[in-house]
Each structure stands twice: as structure tokens, then as C-alpha cells.
């Protein structure tokens, strides 16, 4: 490997532990320094690994007087396929599927309860408590993915997250080399990994650089004092990003938005201590070689040093050249969020991370389209100028976009339950430029506000054996629900063929009294895309309207209902038409 100067830490039980002399006796595998760390428990061992070194079983000795004990450190062959088979990177081509493993289907009762964890709780019936789902479930379903359209699985973090409560959500790692056992451990993550990839399918790991939880071990008992951020007294983020680029920004905020904890029970990791960083860097590279991870979703990007995630970022990229990471990015305006990923400003910091989380499209895009009134600045007008500032990304087509998330009010219950403004919505979703992201469950109407977060995270029903109904079925699934998900479904599917919604270019008009009308398009296939947010129709003709785009195109076929439209047609009140067009 590229990385092939690994920091190994090795914890004792002794106070005095790291006075013992160190060896290894194994082909290739050098010491190049010992780290003495403050703490006596610990070494930071600085190990070469030539290229001529095979894969086996690398025997780490300490000697302490007379006594030798001997550590077993295994030295694994490369995972094969690096590019085509895992580390495939996550594009515009994909679809990705967000989905809790708690709350999403249980395959192993076995697992439900794992002895001498902290957390005991099983109680489907509060949202606050753990419910069994795990990782086998999510198995269980990847033919009901696949077959809904999907590509590519993100799961909320699967490492140990041995806490004593609210344990259900995964985001405060106890042990980032443990697979916690409850969602089925390193063996199911590997099964889980290796059946996704036979399907084509793809998977996305959770990334938690920022903090860990308050039972971790290197907060409990940390190899050097500085491991995390400490304060004098308890010391919150302000969550305020804006101080990160603003020109006139104290260092003193600069400090209380970066090093600040994001809760009392997740500790700060001070990215910028070469311990730390190694660690971090070494613990994703591993993840994604044990694990066969394509793509990479980073949590809180904006609350970890900036320069720290610039250097793991292009770690991963020179280990595996097609990886993908995204940060979530949850701030307010194109500016602050491009700031994080590849951009085209002449700034001091330049970010490398590929993308984010498309917040500003869906606060300041998708949902005002569909829940305001047009004005001259509002409804699908912010939908429009939001677009518009995409001039500021290297590359707008990998922003992911989506509607919801597990920390975010359903959006069908952000329309009211209105199924036309949903599937409006939707249509958006499947043929807009970037990487589409859904929520589990949004193709079952399943509904929830986050107040508190609980009640977005509810079970898919029909993923535990004594639910009453089936949701992963047709006979499960009620009228309504049914024509929401074939809906889902005939765009998702359609959306995976098409070229000009996968890599093609776009092009938007403005939109006048409500309508919004933008085009995908490549030399083979031209999409239009109909947005009618007025309370009226409107009626269109390509031979008249929109002629940069629709010169040479004499009809229309509707990609839903599967009709052809002519060169005229009529588009009802609250309804979006995708539409391929034909000559």
C-alpha cells in the first residue's frame, strides 16, 4: 500500500508499561521509532512495511526484565477488485439508499441483546431505546432495493457504540475497530458488503472523525493528555460555521466552533495532534480494505480541522483513486457550504472533499418550490437562484441531494401529506443533477416530525416477524402507498438507464407564474422536466416553447405513465411531467 508506514498503538495494563523493550522478527516489517507516549500504558510504535513483506501473523515482543510477552498482529492481503470491485466511488450514476440498521429490519434475534454491553434496552415501543434491527435484515432486502431502483446502501455508523443509552443512532464510537455485535459484528458487515457488490450495488460507510463517545477508551484512559479538546469548564460548539471563512472572525470563535464538543457525552478529538490524525487516517484506510467500502459519508464536516480532513481525504484518494467521500455540511447558504468541498474561489483554504450534503437545495431549493407560493422571489423561484449559484462548485453534479434524513422532519409530512406535492418532489429528486440520496421508507409514506428525533426513525414495518403488516410487499402495502412506490419505483428505474440524467448536462429556464421547466440532456437523450407549481394548468408546446432544447423533437413521452404527448400538451395544476422527448 501507498500508506505503508503504519503508527501502531499498543495499550498495557501498567502504569510503567512502555519502559519494556520492543522487537519484531518478521521479513519486511521494520520498527522505525519507538513512541514513548506520556502515558506509561502506552506505545506508538513507527513500523515499516517493505513491499517484500507476505502476509501472515507479524509477532510483536515486549520483554519486561526476564518475561516476554508476545503480541500476534496480523498482516492481511490486499482486498482484490480496488476500483471495480470495492472503493468504486459513489456518483451521479447512483441512487443512494439511507437507512438506520436499528430500525430497518431485524435478520438475527440472536443479537438483539449482547451480554456486557452497556445499553440492555429492546423495546420497540419507544423511539428512544434499541429495536433489533441489524445488518442481516438489511440482506434480507437488498432484492427489494434493487428492484425499487437503488444502487448504493448508506448506513448510519455500524462501528461499537457501547454507550448507556440512545444507542439506536451509532454516532458515538466506543471502539473503531469493533463492528458493534448487535448490528452483527465484522463477520455480517463483510456479508453485507460482499452481497451488495455480487448485485452491482454499492456501499457507502458513515464517517465520524469529529468526536467519539464519552466511553471510548481513548477519552477513558487517552494515550497523550491533548487526545481530545479539553476547556476549563464544559465548552459546546457554537455550531456557528460562518466564523470559519468570515474575514473578520475572532480566534477566539474560530476555536469555540472547532475544538468546542458537540454533547457532553461525545468528546472533541483534537485532529490536529499527529497521534490522533494517524489514527483517524490509518482507522478509514483500513475500513475501507477490510470492509470493501466504496464511498464515504463524513459526519459534522464542518466542526473537524479542516486541514486534517484535507490530508485524510487525500489519503483515501491515493490509496484508492475512485473513492468518493461527502460531508454532511448542514449550514445555511451556497457560500458557506461550498466553502467545504471543491470550489472555485481564490480563498486561503481550499477544500478537496468531493461534495456535500446538498442542505441549500433542499431548504432553499426543492421545499420552498413545492410548499410556497410563486413570487418574484419565492416558491420555485428559490429553486431556481438556487441553482443558479451551482457556478461556485468544481463539480455540482456530485452534491448530494435529497429531501429527509434520520435528523430531519419527514418531507412528507413537510408537504402536509399531500402525495401530488410528494410525488412532485420525487420527480425532482430522480432527475435533478447530483447524486440522489432517500431516506428508508419514504417510498411507504412514512411520516414524522423531529421533535423529538425519534419519530423519524421508526420501524419499517414488515422488517421484524411479528409485525402485522408487510411494508416490503405489494399485499402489505396499502392503495396509496402502492401508487407511491410504483411511482418511486418507474423513476428511479428509468433514471438508472438514462444517460442524460446519469452524467448529462442540465439546463434551466425561468420560471414564469409557477412553471419551472429544465432540461437533462446528452447526444443521445433529452429529458424534459415539467414543474407546475401553479394552481392552475398550463399548457406547453415544444415547437414554440423552449426551442433551444426542444428543436428537431416533434413528441413527448411521459416516463411515468408511459403515454406519448404530442408537440402540445397539458399539464395539470401541482403536478411535474417527466418526459423524454422523441422525434
Same mark, same amino acid.
Given at each position: 500500500?501507498?500508506?505503508?508506514?503504519?503508527?501502531?498503538?499498543?495499550?498495557?495494563?501498567?502504569?510503567?508499561?512502555?519502559?519494556?523493550?520492543?522487537?519484531?522478527?518478521?521479513?519486511?516489517?521494520? &520498527?522505525?521509532?519507538?513512541?514513548?507516549? /506520556?502515558?506509561?500504558?502506552?506505545?506508538?510504535?513507527?513500523?515499516?512495511?517493505?513491499?517484500?513483506?507476505?502476509?501472515?501473523?507479524?509477532?510483536?515482543?515486549?520483554?519486561?526484565?526476564?518475561?516476554?510477552?508476545?503480541?500476534?498482529?496480523?498482516?492481511?492481503?490486499?482486498?482484490?477488485?480496488?476500483?471495480?470491485?470495492?472503493?468504486?466511488?459513489?456518483?451521479?450514476?447512483?441512487?443512494?439508499?439511507?437507512?438506520?440498521?436499528?430500525?430497518?429490519?431485524?435478520?438475527?434475534?440472536?443479537?438483539?441483546?449482547?451480554?456486557?454491553?452497556?445499553?440492555?434496552?429492546?423495546?420497540?415501543?419507544?423511539?428512544?431505546?434499541?429495536?433489533?434491527?441489524?445488518?442481516?435484515?438489511?440482506?434480507?432486502?437488498?432484492?427489494?432495493?434493487?428492484?425499487?431502483?437503488?444502487?448504493?446502501?448508506?448506513?448510519?455508523?455500524?462501528?461499537?457504540?457501547?454507550?448507556?443509552?440512545?444507542?439506536?443512532?451509532?454516532?458515538?464510537?466506543?471502539?473503531?475497530?469493533?463492528?458493534?455485535?448487535?448490528?452483527?459484528?465484522?463477520?455480517?458487515?463483510?456479508?453485507?458488503?460482499?452481497?451488495?457488490?455480487?448485485?452491482?450495488?454499492?456501499?457507502?460507510?458513515?464517517?465520524?472523525?469529529?468526536?467519539?463517545?464519552?466511553?471510548?477508551?481513548?477519552?477513558?484512559?487517552?494515550?497523550?493528555?491533548?487526545?481530545?479538546?479539553?476547556?476549563?469548564?464544559?465548552?459546546?460548539?457554537?455550531?456557528?460555521?460562518?466564523?470559519?471563512?468570515?474575514?473578520?472572525?475572532?480566534?477566539?470563535?474560530?476555536?469555540?466552533?472547532?475544538?468546542?464538543?458537540?454533547?457532553?457525552?461525545?468528546?472533541?478529538?483534537?485532529?490536529?495532534?499527529?497521534?490522533?490524525?494517524?489514527?483517524?487516517?490509518?482507522?478509514?484506510?483500513?475500513?475501507?480494505?477490510?470492509?470493501?467500502?466504496?464511498?464515504?459519508?463524513?459526519?459534522?464536516?464542518?466542526?473537524?480541522?479542516?486541514?486534517?480532513?484535507?490530508?485524510?481525504?487525500?489519503?483515501?484518494?491515493?490509496?484508492?483513486?475512485?473513492?468518493?467521500?461527502?460531508?454532511?455540511?448542514?449550514?445555511?447558504?451556497?457560500?458557506?457550504?461550498?466553502?467545504?468541498?471543491?470550489?472555485?474561489?481564490? &480563498?486561503?483554504? $481550499?477544500?478537496?472533499?468531493?461534495?456535500?450534503?446538498?442542505?441549500?437545495?433542499?431548504?432553499?431549493?426543492?421545499?420552498?418550490?413545492?410548499?410556497?407560493?410563486?413570487?418574484?422571489?419565492?416558491?420555485?423561484?428559490?429553486?431556481?437562484?438556487?441553482?443558479?449559484?451551482?457556478?461556485?462548485?468544481?463539480?455540482?453534479?456530485?452534491?448530494?441531494?435529497?429531501?429527509?434524513?434520520?435528523?430531519?422532519?419527514?418531507?412528507?409530512?413537510?408537504?402536509?401529506?399531500?402525495?401530488?406535492?410528494?410525488?412532485?418532489?420525487?420527480?425532482?429528486?430522480?432527475?435533478?443533477?447530483?447524486?440522489?440520496?432517500?431516506?428508508?421508507?419514504?417510498?411507504?409514506?412514512?411520516?414524522?416530525?423531529?421533535?423529538?428525533?425519534?419519530? *423519524?426513525?421508526?420501524?419499517?414495518?414488515?422488517?421484524?416477524? /411479528?409485525?402485522?403488516?408487510?411494508?416490503?410487499?405489494?399485499?402489505?402495502?396499502?392503495?396509496?402507498?402502492?401508487?407511491?412506490?410504483?411511482?418511486?419505483?418507474?423513476?428511479?428505474?428509468?433514471?438508472?438507464?438514462?444517460?442524460?440524467? $446519469?452524467?448529462?448536462?442540465?439546463?434551466?429556464?425561468?420560471?414564469?407564474?409557477?412553471?419551472?421547466?429544465?432540461?437533462?440532456?446528452?447526444?443521445?437523450?433529452? *429529458?424534459?422536466?415539467?414543474?407546475?407549481?401553479?394552481? $392552475?394548468?398550463?399548457?406547453?408546446?415544444?415547437?414554440?416553447?423552449?426551442?433551444?432544447?426542444?428543436?428537431?423533437?416533434?413528441?413527448?413521452?411521459?416516463?411515468?405513465?408511459?403515454?406519448e404527448e404530442g408537440s402540445s400538451f397539458t399539464i395539470p395544476a401541482k403536478k411535474m411531467f417527466v418526459l423524454q422527448l422523441e422525434k
Open positions: 500500500m501507498q500508506w505503508n508506514k503504519v503508527q501502531l498503538l499498543v495499550h498495557g495494563t501498567t502504569n510503567d508499561f512502555n519502559k519494556q523493550e520492543v522487537s519484531i522478527n518478521y521479513p519486511g516489517i521494520i &520498527i522505525q521509532k519507538i513512541n514513548r507516549l /506520556e502515558n506509561g500504558k502506552y506505545f506508538a510504535l513507527d513500523i515499516l512495511i517493505k513491499a517484500s513483506a507476505k502476509p501472515g501473523i507479524v509477532k510483536i515482543n515486549f520483554k519486561d526484565g526476564d518475561k516476554i510477552n508476545t503480541v500476534e498482529w496480523p498482516l492481511n492481503k490486499r482486498r482484490e477488485g480496488r476500483g471495480t470491485k470495492f472503493a468504486q466511488g459513489v456518483t451521479s450514476s447512483d441512487l443512494i439508499y439511507l437507512l438506520m440498521p436499528d430500525r430497518f429490519s431485524n435478520g438475527d434475534y440472536s443479537n438483539d441483546k449482547v451480554a456486557g454491553m452497556r445499553d440492555q434496552s429492546l423495546n420497540r415501543d419507544s423511539i428512544f431505546t434499541r429495536h433489533g434491527g441489524d445488518m442481516q435484515g438489511v440482506i434480507n432486502h437488498l432484492g427489494y432495493l434493487q428492484d425499487l431502483g437503488v444502487t448504493t446502501v448508506w448506513m448510519t455508523p455500524v462501528l461499537e457504540n457501547d454507550m448507556r443509552n440512545r444507542t439506536e443512532h451509532g454516532y458515538a464510537f466506543t471502539n473503531e475497530y469493533k463492528i458493534d455485535p448487535r448490528l452483527g459484528g465484522a463477520e455480517a458487515y463483510k456479508n453485507l458488503s460482499d452481497s451488495l457488490h455480487k448485485r452491482g450495488m454499492k456501499l457507502i460507510q458513515d464517517a465520524v472523525y469529529n468526536h467519539v463517545g464519552s466511553e471510548n477508551i481513548f477519552y477513558l484512559d487517552p494515550p497523550v493528555k491533548d487526545w481530545v479538546h479539553h476547556w476549563d469548564t464544559y465548552t459546546n460548539t457554537t455550531f456557528k460555521d460562518q466564523c470559519l471563512f468570515d474575514p473578520y472572525a475572532s480566534a477566539e470563535d474560530k476555536k469555540k466552533m472547532s475544538d468546542g464538543w458537540f454533547t457532553r457525552q461525545m468528546p472533541d478529538m483534537n485532529e490536529s495532534n499527529p497521534y490522533v490524525a494517524n489514527f483517524l487516517i490509518q482507522h478509514a484506510i483500513w475500513c475501507v480494505e477490510e470492509f470493501g467500502i466504496d464511498g464515504w459519508r463524513i459526519d459534522t464536516y464542518p466542526y473537524n480541522d479542516l486541514d486534517f480532513m484535507n490530508h485524510c481525504n487525500q489519503a483515501l484518494v491515493n490509496e484508492y483513486p475512485k473513492m468518493t467521500m461527502f460531508g454532511e455540511t448542514w449550514v445555511h447558504g451556497v457560500p458557506n457550504q461550498s466553502y467545504f468541498c471543491q470550489n472555485n474561489y481564490n &480563498i486561503p483554504f $481550499k477544500s478537496n472533499l468531493t461534495a456535500t450534503t446538498d442542505f441549500q437545495q433542499l431548504f432553499y431549493g426543492i421545499t420552498p418550490a413545492i410548499n410556497d407560493k410563486f413570487g418574484w422571489t419565492d416558491g420555485v423561484n428559490k429553486l431556481y437562484t438556487t441553482t443558479a449559484q451551482d457556478f461556485v462548485y468544481k463539480n455540482p453534479m456530485n452534491e448530494v441531494i435529497f429531501l429527509d434524513n434520520h435528523d430531519l422532519p419527514r418531507f412528507y409530512s413537510v408537504v402536509g401529506e399531500d402525495t401530488s406535492k410528494y410525488k412532485m418532489a420525487f420527480a425532482w429528486l430522480m432527475t435533478f443533477r447530483g447524486i440522489p440520496e432517500m431516506y428508508y421508507g419514504s417510498e411507504i409514506l412514512m411520516t414524522g416530525f423531529t421533535n423529538p428525533d425519534g419519530n *423519524v426513525r421508526k420501524d419499517f414495518m414488515g422488517g421484524w416477524k /411479528e409485525d402485522s403488516l408487510n411494508k416490503f410487499t405489494a399485499a402489505g402495502r396499502t392503495d396509496k402507498e402502492n401508487d407511491l412506490f410504483n411511482y418511486i419505483r418507474t423513476l428511479a428505474n428509468f433514471r438508472k438507464n438514462s444517460s442524460a440524467i $446519469k452524467t448529462g448536462k442540465m439546463m434551466q429556464y425561468v420560471p414564469q407564474d409557477g412553471l419551472y421547466v429544465y432540461f437533462r440532456y446528452d447526444a443521445a437523450q433529452t *429529458v424534459m422536466c415539467v414543474m407546475n407549481t401553479d394552481e $392552475k394548468e398550463r399548457t406547453i408546446d415544444i415547437k414554440k416553447e423552449f426551442t433551444e432544447r426542444t428543436t428537431g423533437f416533434t413528441k413527448a413521452k411521459n416516463v411515468v405513465t408511459g403515454t
